[in-house]
């Protein structure tokens, strides 16, 4: 069955670096897009980075300029490299993905997995 894995959530102080993780089973992860979430309490989970079949890349402004996300299809992981972190990055974040290339199509996302907490705070 569909898993997903995501790791590498932390405290850290404000300007400080993470890098989450997220490794994949039950499904043909090089031929998906995958992408990055985050989840604010109380609110739904919004996209903030996405790595495409090939390896192309997309980021939301909010993220622009200080996360870079990557994946390695060999290990069935995709990462995000989270620099100058800002209290406003505290979440949980979540990775998912779609069949196929950017911008993603229709079909359902794949079954979430746990998340990773992220803090930011002094």
């Known amino acids: 069955q569909v898993q997903l894995v995501e790791s590498g959530g932390d405290l850290v102080q404000p300007g400080g670096s993470l890098r989450l993780s997220c490794t994949a089973s039950g499904f043909t992860f090089i031929t998906y897009t995958m992408g990055w979430f985050r989840q604010f309490p109380g609110k739904e989970r919004e996209l903030v980075a996405v790595v495409s079949v090939g390896g192309g890349t997309y980021y939301f402004d909010s993220v622009k300029g200080r996360f870079t996300i990557s994946r390695d299809d060999s290990k069935n992981t995709v990462y995000l490299q989270m620099n100058s972190l800002k209290p406003e990055d505290t979440a949980v974040y979540f990775c998912?993905?779609?069949?196929?290339?950017?911008?993603w199509g229709s079909g359902d996302l794949l079954s979430w997995g746990q998340g990773t907490q992220v803090t930011v705070s002094s």
């Open positions: 998912n993905g779609r069949p196929g290339s950017w911008p």
